[in-house]
């Protein structure tokens, strides 16, 4: 089961709406669904929250480091609290995705990603669970750190919340540790709205209506 939801960005009013806090806007939808409330936790350098579930406590947290330094405060808690990477679940925003995608999976590169790169680091592994949020890609690589600090359209705010939303709908298979059902679920695509059905085409050919009954 995961036992430690982890949302990366950066703190302070001025990163708030930007694109690279994505994660802690999921973390902070997940904390709305549970009743949960996050707390300053100076031992982690983090804002944290501890929910009683029926499988057991659950962490969530939103490290207060900026995104280089994440690492720091997802180990520390992990570490105090004996939760093996394997239980760990971070959800970072993802340039290689569209806005409206989310994508699970288990370890694989941190991907130049700068978060996941310090939490590889303090962990030491790469062995732990992660939710991509596609915010979209510029284009142009040297672009992507302007990109990634800036506010996305209203357009593609839409579509990571709806992102966020959808994914929100497995946070119970994931703290049950049914990964498979919750990838499912997290993966699965909108049914495609069916075409507006087309009137019965006219008959030129029939005999004009004579008007008798």
């Not at 089961?1 to 950066?10: A, E, K, P, Q, Y």
């Not at 994440?70 to 808690?77: E, I, K, N, P």
């Not at 971070?90 to 700068?114: I, M, R, T, W, Y």
Request: proline letters at 10%; zero cysteines; hydrophobic letters at 45%.
């Amino acid at each position: 089961m995961i036992r430690l939801f982890v949302g990366l960005g950066n703190p302070g009013p001025e990163y708030e709406a930007t694109r690279h806090n994505a994660g802690f806007w999921w973390l902070e939808a997940l904390a709305a669904k549970l009743g949960a409330r996050l707390q300053p936790e100076r031992a982690y350098q983090a804002l944290a929250a501890r929910v009683n579930l029926a499988q057991g406590p659950v962490w969530l947290l939103e490290p207060m480091t900026f995104m280089n330094r994440s690492g720091v405060s997802v180990a520390g808690l992990a570490r105090f609290y004996k939760i093996a990477p394997e239980q760990i679940l971070v959800v970072h925003d993802e340039l290689d995705l569209q806005p409206g995608q989310a994508k699970l999976k288990f370890g694989g590169s941190a991907a130049g990603h700068n978060g996941l790169k310090d939490i590889h680091a303090m962990l030491g592994t790469l062995d732990f669970w992660r939710l991509r949020l596609g915010i979209g890609h510029p284009g142009v690589k040297a672009e992507v750190v302007n990109y990634v600090l800036k506010k996305p359209s209203p357009d593609h705010r839409e579509a990571i919340g709806k992102a966020i939303e959808q994914s929100l709908g497995a946070s119970d298979l994931l703290v049950a540790g049914a990964m498979d059902r919750a990838l499912a679920a997290i993966h699965a695509q909108p049914p495609r709205p069916k075409p507006p059905r087309r009137p019965p085409a006219e008959n030129p050919a029939a005999p004009p209506p004579t008007g008798e009954p």
